[in-house]
């Protein structure tokens, strides 16, 4: 899950800043997000599907098709 987020941040040539500041949480939440180091609650998850145009399915691993 952790390596979808980070590969959907960097693809579009965004910064961790950039995307914290949209799901308005500090920079280094969001790293420890992207790092595995802190879960991700339900509602960032929902947040980032929609920010990246996937599924839930996708950020979470189940499915390999955003």
């Known amino acids: 899950m952790y390596n979808h987020i980070r590969e959907l941040r960097e693809d579009r ?26 879960d991700i609650p339900t509602d960032i998850l929902i947040k980032l599907a929609q920010f990246y145009d996937v599924s839930v399915d996708y950020l979470l691993g189940i499915s390999d098709h955003p």
Do not use: F, H, M, T
């Not at 040539?13 to 802190?38: F, I, M, T």
């Open 13 to 38: 040539d965004l910064k961790q800043r950039q995307v914290a500041e949209y799901l308005q949480c500090s920079q280094q939440v969001y790293s420890n997000y992207e790092l595995g180091q802190r």
